[in-house]
């Protein structure tokens, strides 16, 4: 790997790599991060040894990629050519994808994905539902190159970005570029890059830091871990080009030390970028320098903030600050910091490669480009969908998603993790941007999209995320340290029965202060999944304070179990399960559950092979 010393170097160094690259050679990409869980290190060995028993591993390149998105298929593959998608894969089913499909051109029927509407199989990964309806710009490498390997970003245009920005523009003309674009921060608040990018510019000192926040701390969200696993450089690029639009020449990617894939993969990339020229003194031989180091959090959700993670990366406890002033005017160690999110660098590369009006056209007037959420709950496609701005929910949740499964109906969708708000079906048509989110209670958050169905007890998941945000605070406020435990315990009481009308309005009331007045945005945030479901559900918080019974028979507290004589065979199976000798009545006689002793645990429920378990 020889060093670039110019930026024409680089165009001359891809020319290279695409020479000696046959387009047209049988690979097989695998997914080799999130997919692990699920053995994909055990299928991508068994498919090598398979190789190499038939002599073809030279001929045959085994592409282990980064999260091709399709969560509730892993592990997944696809062969090429021809673009043919294999999902939950083991390690026995590796022998016949060669045999049929590389040796033959024959594709594994079982193996390919039955559209749910259709019942038809689809062969080719671009028709299947999940990625047709998607617009993949940040996620365009993911599932295609090998992250660990800077040639095959460089192959597909990586780095021409910032060889241009270097060449032909003038810092301040970067950061213009960007402003145009409309690219807003993917981090939550949806704070335009560009200005961001201006003020930082504008700051006079001989000294300025830019951050890479990838402290992703919501739960169940991951679309920041798989772009950092998947397409390392695409976030480096744009690292590289906000530095040198703003004049910083140092940096730091905060991640959290539990993504150590990402870790790996990053430490492998800017190695690599070291040796080509790419990162440390005079880049591609120009007076450009930017060195970047790693900074690996412990955990702290509060971290997401800017404020509390300058301060750890200082070494300091991981607590805000007030603002002003900003980490813009004062950062890191007093010197101007500009801080952005992992999705939104991985966007700069390729508005600076296509110009800020290709850029402008997709999307929404306010919202442009794409974005990348984590699918998850009562939903039939899991995973990592980038979606177009303006695409609605309907969309995103039938089309992408495939709908609910199991026959039942929508009944909400929360975005924005832990700080966002439950979106009803009366919404389902709403366009997902900044704007129309706002105008409903929820906000766009960094990309948690979870699914919920008419099996979901909302005022459960309110107490769940209340849980979770009262944890994670970090206890500086009074608002947010004492609001939060107080909503807890009164969802904790409504949960569980005990909740009165009274509890109901100091709820709400409390929730509203904390939101006013907390310091941060954890505290600012955390009431919006009570707010919104007290809006859009008020009836089933009613239902557990007034009737003491949860629509949705979640609630463990107000849940009842009674055998329902019809349907009882006598068994006797429910009283031999039961934990606390609850259940009355020998084999061969009609079973009785004492309601004192019963614990609610529900395992008569579970055993009982003819429903003869009422639950009320």
Not at 292 to 316: D, N, P, Q, W, Y
Request: glycine share 10%.
């Amino acid at each position: 790997m020889a060093r670039l010393k110019k930026t024409k170097d680089l165009a001359k160094y891809r020319d290279k790599l695409n020479k000696e690259r046959d387009s047209d050679a049988t690979a097989v990409r695998v997914c080799m991060t999130g997919c692990r869980a699920k053995g994909a290190d055990a299928f991508a060995e068994s498919l090598k040894d398979e190789l190499k028993k038939r002599g073809l591993e030279k001929k045959i390149k085994v592409i282990e990629t980064g999260c091709h998105g399709f969560c509730s298929m892993s592990p997944v593959a696809v062969v090429e050519p021809g673009n043919i998608f294999y999902g939950n894969l083991k390690a026995e089913d590796a022998a016949e994808i060669v045999e049929e499909t590389i040796m033959n051109g024959r594709a594994v029927e079982r193996l390919l994905f039955v559209d749910p509407e259709t019942q038809k199989k689809v062969v080719k990964e671009k028709d299947v539902p999940f990625y047709s309806h998607q617009k993949r710009l940040v996620l365009k490498n993911c599932g295609v190159v090998d992250p660990r390997e800077i040639d095959d970003y460089i192959s597909r245009g990586g780095y021409s970005a910032i060889a241009k920005a270097l060449d032909t523009m003038k810092p301040a003309d970067v950061v213009e570029e960007v402003f145009k674009s409309g690219l807003r921060g993917r981090g939550g608040a949806g704070f335009p890059t560009g200005l961001k990018w201006r003020f930082a510019h504008n700051e006079k000192s001989d000294k300025k830091y830019l951050v890479c926040n990838a402290d992703e701390g919501d739960p169940g969200a991951f679309m920041d871990r798989a772009v950092l696993e998947g397409d390392p450089h695409a976030v480096l690029e744009g690292m590289l080009i906000g530095a040198y639009a703003i004049g910083a020449d140092e940096g730091y990617i905060y991640v959290r030390a539990e993504y150590p894939i990402a870790i790996a993969h990053l430490n492998i990339a800017l190695r690599q970028m070291e040796d080509l020229g790419l990162l440390g003194r005079n880049i591609l031989g120009t007076d450009f320098s930017f060195d970047l180091h790693i900074k690996e959090g412990a955990g702290a959700f509060v971290c997401g903030e800017e404020t509390a993670l300058m301060a750890s990366i200082e070494g300091k406890r991981g607590t805000p600050r007030v603002r002003p002033p900003f980490p813009i005017q004062s950062g890191l160690w007093g010197h101007p910091t500009c801080i952005n999110n992992v999705e939104t660098l991985a966007n700069v590369a390729s508005i600076i490669d296509n110009g800020f009006d290709w850029y402008a056209s997709m999307g929404t007037e306010k919202s442009k480009g794409t974005k990348v959420f984590a699918l998850a709950g009562m939903i039939r496609n899991t995973g990592l969908v980038e979606a177009p701005m303006g695409m609605t929910l309907r969309e995103i949740i039938f089309s992408v998603g495939g709908g609910i499964p199991n026959g039942k109906k929508f009944k909400a969708a929360l975005t924005g993790g832990p700080s966002g708000g439950c979106i009803p079906e009366q919404f389902l048509d709403l366009p997902i941007d900044y704007d129309s989110l706002a105008k409903v209670g929820a906000i766009m958050g960094s990309g948690g999209l979870i699914i919920m169905d008419e099996s979901t007890c909302v005022v459960d998941i309110a107490r769940y995320f209340m849980t979770f945000t009262q944890s994670e605070s970090c206890g500086k406020c009074v608002p947010c340290r004492m609001g939060t435990k107080r909503m807890l315990e009164l969802l904790e009481r409504i949960t569980d029965g005990k909740g009165t009308m009274e509890d109901l309005a100091l709820l709400e009331e409390t929730a509203e202060i904390v939101k006013d007045t907390s310091l941060c945005g954890l505290g600012q945030t955390a009431p919006n999944p009570v707010i919104t479901t007290l809006k859009y559900f008020r009836d089933e918080y009613l239902a557990h304070i007034e009737q003491k019974k949860c629509p949705a028979l979640k609630c463990k507290a107000l849940l009842t179990y009674t055998v329902a004589e019809d349907k009882c065979k006598k068994c006797h199976k429910c009283a031999e399960s039961c934990p606390a000798d609850a259940i009355s009545g020998q084999k061969k006689e009609i079973h009785k559950i004492d309601q004192a002793k019963c614990v609610k645990c529900g395992m008569c429920h579970t055993v009982c092979p003819f429903d003869a378990i009422d639950l009320s």
